[in-house]
């Protein structure tokens, strides 16, 4: 690792910022800058990959850089140190505690990957450029609270420098799919990629990035969460004949109408009759906390790994905007063009395992909801319609959920209220 350049100016160090509620750290994937380098303020100086997304980080300060401290591959705390800059300028001593968290962009106590907890900040270096408050628009604090992003950083292009909306997104870019084949990104990064051997019986892959991060969650689902699930298969033939009459219609002209569609804002529906099975788990308070919004994830088996981005309020959504709003977290997540902010805050999941024509299965209920709703294939099947044998549109639907907020009758309930839906559709009307 290069050595620091002399103490000439002060060198202002730069932590891993808190990229979102519950991540504890981050993989740097690549650096955008050497040592000797000049940056600017808000230029992008790292790729780092969480559970999330890849993130751009942006520069909070301009200088030369002196000292890079982690190297591509690193699994980095969040609030631990990631690179040193030199800058001429005097700066000011940052606000006490009781002014500013300490744990957000380009400044931030010292952490373990298990600890949060914060250690006084070198006295050597400031990393906050002014002791005054950002002036900022409602809109743009919101956003940057969401992206973990510090206003302390973010220029300002509004009346009297103020902090835009638009500032606030160009300050944390995410970074779009990666087109590079695996090892020319993996040499650009200083170390090349582990090609298999023509023949060989086995090969290795470095567990990191969203696997890494899915592992854990899935293993943390599986120790902390007593789970139950339950089934029911559905005579789906009504509601595959409303989407084929749908999309003839003007209404979803452009829209790639889908089951997913139907079935979410089934599930929406049978929600606002079972609010219970919205619910999570507030272990510190012991308390059950009932959401009377629906932030509704939807699986999405991305070139990364599982991303769950979430349709923000998806109650207030109707058939034609969760059609919409569904593809675009689909290609926002397979894209790698997630924000943090898509990812987090879920309060109820669906998975649509019948894309890979399974006929249903046990998903593992995500660490802070109550429920998650697996999709089946859909297949014409031999039924019983009218004490006749007919061949007609069949799913299985799934419902894994917490046993500790949800029982069994209410699992039930909520479960069969969703299949009544998706055998009479037009019952739906009169919850749109």
Not at 89 to 112: N, S
Not at 221 to 249: N, W
Request: hydrophobic share 40%; charged share 20%; net charge negative.
């Amino acid at each position: 690792m290069p050595q620091p350049a002399g103490d000439d100016g002060h060198v202002l160090e730069f932590r891993l910022p808190d990229l979102g509620e519950g991540l504890a750290d981050g993989d740097l994937v690549s650096w955008a800058v050497g040592v000797g380098d000049t940056v600017e303020l808000n230029q992008t100086i790292a790729e780092v990959e969480t559970a999330k997304a890849v993130v751009a980080l942006p520069s909070p300060f301009s200088g030369t850089v002196v000292e890079l401290l982690a190297s591509p591959g690193d699994t980095v705390p969040v609030g631990a140190p990631l690179i040193r800059v030199r800058n001429d300028l005097e700066v000011t001593e940052p606000p006490t505690a009781e002014d500013r968290r300490d744990v957000l962009v380009g400044y931030g106590p010292e952490a373990e990957a298990t600890s949060r907890r914060r250690r006084p900040a070198p006295s050597t270096a400031s990393t906050t450029p002014s002791t005054h408050r950002a002036a900022a628009t409602p809109a743009a604090r919101k956003l940057a609270k969401e992206l973990g992003l510090d206003l302390w950083y973010v220029a300002g292009s509004g009346p009297d420098g103020a902090v835009t909306v638009e500032d606030v997104r160009s300050a944390v870019p995410v970074t779009g799919p990666r087109t590079a084949p695996d090892a020319e990104v993996a040499e650009r990064n200083g170390h090349a990629a582990d090609a298999p051997e023509p023949g060989a019986r086995e090969e290795r892959a470095p567990i990191t990035g969203i696997r890494k991060r899915t592992a854990a969650a899935m293993l943390a689902s599986a120790r902390t969460i007593p789970q139950a699930s339950t089934f029911v298969t559905v005579d789906c033939t009504a509601s595959m004949e409303l989407l084929d009459h749908l999309r003839t219609t003007t209404s979803f002209d452009g829209l790639t109408l889908t089951p997913l569609a139907l079935v979410a804002r089934a599930a929406l529906a049978a929600i606002a009759e079972h609010p219970g099975i919205n619910t999570a788990w507030d272990e510190q308070n012991q308390q059950i906390v009932t959401k009377h919004y629906v932030n509704l994830g939807i699986a999405v088996a991305a070139d990364r790994g599982l991303l769950v981005p979430n349709l923000k309020d998806a109650q207030t959504l109707s058939l034609r905007e969760l059609c919409r709003e569904i593809s675009w977290a689909a290609e926002t997540a397979r894209s790698g063009n997630a924000t943090p902010a898509d990812l987090l805050g879920g309060t109820f999941t669906i998975t649509n395992v019948g894309v890979f024509g399974v006929d249903t299965g046990v998903p593992l209920v995500n660490p802070g909801e109550a429920a998650i709703l697996c999709l089946g294939s859909i297949r014409k099947r031999p039924w019983v319609f009218r004490d006749e044998l007919a061949i007609r549109w069949v799913t299985t639907l799934g419902l894994s959920f917490d046993h500790r907020m949800v029982d069994g009758e209410l699992g039930a309930r909520f479960l069969a209220t969703t299949a009544g839906f998706l055998e009479d559709p037009l019952t739906l009307l009169s919850r749109v």
